[in-house]
């Protein structure tokens, strides 16, 4: 019996899918999606067949986080702005009652 992983380890953005075996199948006893039964009476060679896909959850996720840096960055520069023009275009001016 070979099993393979359904949803092995998948890099950011993008997962991988069980899609199923290929290889030398003609000894194959029972195929029950990522289990294999084979009676093996000579050497053979059986790989797993796996599709990259993208990870929808995590590209939206990511894309969530960007974005509020980015509102949260643009916010700074509004509140930024008001000051420095104030302190570059005035001069400050004391009043002495006498």
């Known amino acids: 019996m070979i099993r393979a992983p359904a949803t092995p380890q998948a890099a950011l953005l993008i997962k991988r899918v069980f899609r199923g075996w290929a290889g030398d199948l003609d000894s194959v006893l029972d195929n029950r999606g990522d289990t294999l039964v084979l009676k093996v009476v000579r050497p053979v060679r ?28 643009l ?24």
Do not use: H, Q
């Open 46 to 73: 059986i790989m797993a067949v796996y599709a990259t896909e993208p990870d929808y959850i995590s590209s939206i996720i990511v894309a969530g986080i960007i974005t509020a840096l980015a509102a949260l960055g």
């Open 75 to 98: 916010r700074g520069v509004e509140r930024r702005k008001p000051r420095e023009a104030a302190s570059k275009g005035a001069e400050e001016v004391r009043v002495i009652s006498a």
